[in-house]
């Protein structure tokens, strides 16, 4: 284990408590020169350490930086071995899962979960803002399902967060079909699965289901300020982002496993059904409404696949699913 992480592992252990780096250099068996420089580079990571002279190093519970040891920590015990990494910034969680994956990795499930992303993703080849201190992971599961249901693991996902979010941030969200979180009428959460198939065999590997929330920010981009929301109006302690990550991961893996039991939670939660909406079907980058045209309709109900029944204005009905398809409130 590299020093910075065994003093992160160390404060992260003795929160509120201060350490001396005397101690944490006999501890980890390094030199106090090398302790100094941990904490030096957690820091410049975004962890707040504070240091006084003769007490030593103490990481208080209410700092903002969500870490591994915190989640393994919050996570049920069958489930705090697993594969599970944590970045202050990368490119894209999906796209650290997809090396993970075609590294030949055998580990399944994994998770990887970054506080940054530079390169976020989502639907349709869209950006995904991705600003600091947000909460973002990638879960990769192993389907043992009939991959003609692999469009419900997305549902699954949707279900599983958005109660994670009401339990842990005391909010009261909805599902934008198919894959949008919103609180107070502000998207807070959006989700992308991805397949990554066997070359060999040409059958579906893995999945990826990539899950990014805007835990805090308010300082939104123009296009977005005025769609975009936060699942808190104070900044998330690491040890409530950390709570609400070990509670969505094991939601997700318990109604992925078999895809059942979250139906009627995702129903329930549905920000669409018996709305006006307008369908936009075909592929597009950016904004819908600029590239295509839409359709009007009415949402009667979401079927047990997860499928958004919609009637025209010319009464017919039709059956959506996600693929290329976008609805607009």
């Known amino acids: 284990m590299a020093v910075k992480d065994a003093v992160l592992q160390a404060l992260e252990h003795n929160r509120d408590t201060y350490i001396s780096g005397e101690e944490l250099s006999r501890e980890l068996g390094v030199s106090r020169a090398a302790v100094s420089k941990a904490v030096k580079a ?24 969500i870490s591994e040891e915190a989640v393994r920590n919050a996570l049920p015990a069958h489930l705090r071995d697993m594969a599970l990494f944590v970045y202050d910034i990368t490119d894209s969680t999906n796209l650290e899962a997809r090396r993970f994956v075609l590294g030949e990795n055998p580990s399944a499930p994994a998770v ?86 066997d070359f060999e065999t040409g059958q579906i590997d893995s999945l990826i289901i990539g899950i990014g929330i ?19 109006e104070e900044d998330l302690t690491g040890h409530e982002k950390a709570q609400l990550a070990a509670s969505i991961i094991e939601k997700v893996l318990r109604y ?13 939660r549905s920000l669409v059904i018996g709305r006006h909406i307008t369908v936009y079907t075909g592929t597009y980058r950016k904004d819908p409404t600029q590239e295509l045209g839409g359709r009007p309709a009415r949402a009667l109900g979401i079927d047990d696949a997860g499928g958004l029944i919609v009637e025209y204005d010319d009464g017919s009905r039709q059956t959506l699913t996600s693929g290329e398809v976008s609805i607009r409130l």
């Open 256 to 268: 992925t496993k078999d895809l059942t039991g979250f139906m009627d939670s995702y129903r329930s």
């Open 214 to 232: 805007n835990t805090s920010d308010k300082s939104f981009p123009p296009e977005l300020a005025d769609i975009a929301g936060s699942v808190s």
């Open 42 to 65: 957690l820091r410049s990571a975004g962890y707040e350490i504070d240091a006084v002279t003769n007490r030593g190093y103490m990481m208080p519970s209410e700092g903002t930086a």
């Open 112 to 197: 990887f979960i970054a506080r940054q992303q530079t390169a976020g993703r989502g639907r349709l080849g869209r950006g995904f803002y991705s600003p600091k201190d947000g909460l973002y992971l990638s879960i990769v599961i192993r389907p043992t399902f009939d991959m003609s249901r692999a469009s419900q693991v997305t549902v699954a996902a949707a279900a599983a967060t958005s109660e994670s979010i009401d339990e842990i941030c005391g909010c009261s969200s909805q599902i934008k079909w198919v894959n949008d979180i919103y609180v107070n009428n502000k998207k807070v959460c959006g989700i992308l699965t991805e397949a990554t198939t």
